[in-house]
């Protein structure tokens, strides 16, 4: 089987171009980071009947997620880079719609892409109790859940005690990726993410969206802007306009091709 490894940020994935029968369990053995190839899930790419490929997300424990922002910018990289297609403006189809790339190049390599990320469904704030004490967090759908917490400090953000807590709490029904802002002027956030089903990753481009749209809720920064979100991996930009959608750019790149024999 042949994967290629690839990453927006540091956010990891092995991208198979076809569909894969056993997914779930591949994601969990691939990506596990001392005897698999290590990543944080896996990503299929096939055609699609409604658009122009069709993506399905894995985490690392196997669970199927509905979007996800880096993976998105990299699947437009591997059909272009590879030849599947020669537009630079591509209809995905997700499990929670259809999304639109505008691939940037040097020579004949996407480096940047553009995702029109859908609409931002933005959530009262909710004060939740967790074992490590109250957060409010708000409650934002990219597609998929989102918790985001504003923090004073980003260095102290509780990552792998509240941040892990909060992706089962008992308010989120299907469990919830948990980010952690600390909001440094109107144009520049940073975050930090706790993903559902995968754990601390190094960037969430769900997560940035959710996160925007939450301090632009919070009048923390402004709608129609381009605001800077820097995350473990790297920045994003990403602009939510007054209808709600978010508009993402960053960069995706290719790590290395993988054989993996089926044992
Ligand atoms: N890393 C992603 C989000 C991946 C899915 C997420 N863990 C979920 O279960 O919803 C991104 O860049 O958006």
Not at 79 to 87: A, I, M, N, S
Not at 169 to 196: L, S
Not at 203 to 226: F, I, M, P, W
Request: proline content about 3%.
């Amino acid at each position: 089987m042949h994967f290629t490894k690839m990453h927006g940020l540091g956010n990891d994935y092995l991208y198979y171009y076809g569909e894969l029968k056993n997914a779930a369990v591949l994601s969990q053995k691939l990506s596990d980071r001392h005897f698999g190839i290590g990543s944080d899930g896996i990503i299929t790419i096939s055609p699609s009947r409604t658009a122009d490929f069709k993506m399905r997300i894995f985490n690392a424990d196997g669970s199927e997620a509905m979007m996800c922002g880096n993976g998105i910018r990299c699947v437009g990289k591997y059909v272009f880079d590879k030849g599947y297609t020669d537009r630079k403006k591509l209809i995905i189809e997700t499990l929670s719609g259809h999304r639109e790339l505008t691939l940037r190049t040097i020579g004949n390599k996407v480096t940047e892409v553009t995702v029109d990320m859908g609409k931002c469904i933005v959530y009262k704030p909710v004060l939740l109790a967790t074992t490590y004490g109250k957060v409010m967090v708000t409650p934002v759908m990219v597609g998929n859940p989102h918790a985001v917490a504003f923090v004073e400090n980003i260095t102290d953000a509780p990552m792998d005690t509240m941040g892990k807590e909060l992706e089962h709490h008992p308010y989120f029904k299907n469990g919830v990726n948990a980010e952690f802002v600390q909001v440094i002027d109107r144009n520049t956030i940073k975050m930090r993410v706790w993903e559902r089903g995968s754990g601390i990753t190094m960037a969430c481009g769900t997560g940035a969206c959710a996160s925007v749209a939450a301090a632009v809720r919070a009048n923390l920064c402004d709608k129609d802007q381009e605001i800077t979100v820097c995350l473990d991996g790297g920045r994003l930009n990403i602009k939510v306009l007054s209808d709600g959608t978010a508009m993402m750019t960053g960069p995706a790149e290719t790590i290395c091709e993988c054989e993996v024999e089926e044992k």
